[in-house]
């Protein structure tokens, strides 16, 4: 078995810090000599007819939009006005953590943003106000694995291409889980701001200055309910929602709210394109590994091999769910789905698992690995900004997790809660 030398060489190179579209691409290429030296013509084939998807054009899409987001006064109003709500509810600022990380999921679908975004806005408020250290950064970073969960998410739309599943199945099957997400760590939030007695001092909550922000923070407020709305009722697509959402941002940051001014624009275009251009050559290379393990037949080996879980479907979600779990630890998601997509899917659909059910499952497993010792990467964005070290989050960061893995079990098995929606909203 060569190819299991080769994957296991992949995860060598993933955790020797090894970009992992380096690390899939040289693995391919390996195998591919040590079978016909000749079938090297495939590669550049491969790597140009993978990202010659147009439904890959929402994932810059979505990325331009956040930037416009972030530097255009929208995640900073929404906060505000998520402020003023639930500040004075017990742990008011945690809540607007996860409140946050919900409008900012709904606006870019990536935890490393939004652990970057809302940590370097709230952390320094939320330490003001008294709360524990540990707490707080754990909190962020666990809660910024709602982002690519509640449509619209870059990792719902990698998926569905690799699959071929309907992306808006996909975005309407990740609202309930994203939600489930958030009150589990909301209700936790609650419980050690009661205890500790985290309240926002001296905050205004009258009705003239509630609608102060709101009327403040309508416009942006408005924007996830057009995109996810467009989706949901099939006005647009997926990949029409990125041209809206980036049209909608700059006409508020640039026209409405005036923080964007036109010298910002070129900054804003490059820090997309250099963020673009790293997950459109993962999907190259992406693209040469399936081909690979599909000339080997990797997936059909695999069921051969897992040939007794695939006659349970619990069993074999139990171990897949194990095995992503632990692989979300060192990788990160974008790049976890290029791999474990092409190798996880022929098995699911042997033991008849609906491939929009599994793309939940396989997202949340992901982001909860974001948030998992040893080398969980949303960790390390927040405990760099809090200038925190990781072990100090862990007394409160186990819980989040336990948390997150409890939500993970019930939509793993489960799935009609997860698919009913799906079935309404597409019949």
Known sequence: MVWLILILLLF???????????????VSVIGIIMNDFSLLSNVPRNLFSGIDSFTLVAIPLFILAGEIMAKGGISQRLINFSKIIVGPIPGGLALVVIISSIFF??????????????????IPTMLKEGYDKGFTTSLIASASTIGPIIPPSIVFILYGV????????????????????????????????KKNNYVIKDTQT??????????????????????IGGIISGIFTATESGVIAVFYAFIIGLFVYKEIKFKDIWFILKESALTTTGIIFLIGSASVFIWYINFEDIPGQLIDLLGFAAESPVILLLIINIVLLIAGTFIDTISAVTIFTPLFTPLILSAGIDPVHFGVILSVNLTIGMVTP??????????????????????????????????????????????????????
């Open 105 to 122: 999921a709904a606006l870019t679908g990536t935890a490393i943003a939004a652990a970057a975004a809302i940590g370097g806005m709230l």
């Open 374 to 427: 040893p080398l969980g990467v949303c960790l390390f964005v927040v405990s760099s900004i809090a200038k925190q070290k990781v072990p100090e989050m862990f007394k409160h960061l186990f819980p989040q997790v336990g948390i997150l893995v409890v939500v993970l079990l019930i939509i793993t098995y489960a799935p009609s809660m997860i698919m009913k929606p799906v079935e309404l909203f597409s019949s």
């Open 12 to 26: 060598v190179l993933i955790i020797l810090r090894v970009p992992v579209a380096f690390g899939l691409g040289l």
């Open 206 to 227: 009258d009705f003239k200055t509630v609608l102060k922000y709101f009327k403040d923070a309508i416009l942006a407020l408005m924007m996830p309910f057009i995109i």
């Open 162 to 193: 690799m699959a071929s599943v309907s992306i808006s199945d996909l975005f309407i099957a990740g609202i309930l889980p994203g939600i489930l997400m958030a009150l589990g760590l909301a209700s936790y939030s609650i419980y050690v701001g």
